[in-house]
């Protein structure tokens, strides 16, 4: 019964924000962890943060640590990725994910859910 669906992505020049959506059905969204994950082409699918059920517990990928963050509201359902000072490097099909459990994991296999992408591309 799952259904996870991004939103918010789109073209921006270097050193730019943008702010991507994740909605999701169901009404257990606080027993999952949730995470962003990334894959630009020719690439592996990569870790970008996650946030544990009760939104308490954050972790960021190297690479973005400082310039985007993760939050959530339960009431609504919902995840938000927020991304400051982009650079081309960031460009890519970015991916919402939901875990099986509450504390959050930086590995792709422990996601059960999957959206279907949004496409961020950030112009240098």
């Known amino acids: 019964q799952a259904q996870l669906v991004e939103s918010g992505g789109g073209l921006v020049q270097a050193g730019g924000s943008l702010r991507l959506s994740c909605a999701a059905s169901?009404?257990?969204?606080?027993?999952?962890?949730m995470g962003w994950f990334r894959q630009a082409p020719g690439k592996e699918r990569e870790f970008v943060a996650t946030?544990?059920?009760?939104?308490?517990?954050?972790l960021y990928a190297d690479s973005v640590k400082g310039r985007f963050a993760i939050s959530r509201d339960n009431g609504k359902n919902t995840v938000w990725l927020q991304m400051n000072s982009l650079k081309p490097e960031d460009t890519a099909l970015y991916y919402c994910?939901?875990?099986?459990?509450?504390?959050?994991?930086?590995?792709?296999?422990?996601?059960?859910?999957w959206g279907q992408g949004t496409q961020v591309t950030v112009s240098s």
């Open positions: 169901g009404r257990t969204f606080s027993s999952y962890a």
């Open positions: 994910a939901a875990a099986r459990g509450t504390y959050g994991s930086v590995r792709t296999v422990d996601y059960a859910y």
């Open positions: 946030i544990s059920g009760n939104g308490a517990m954050k």
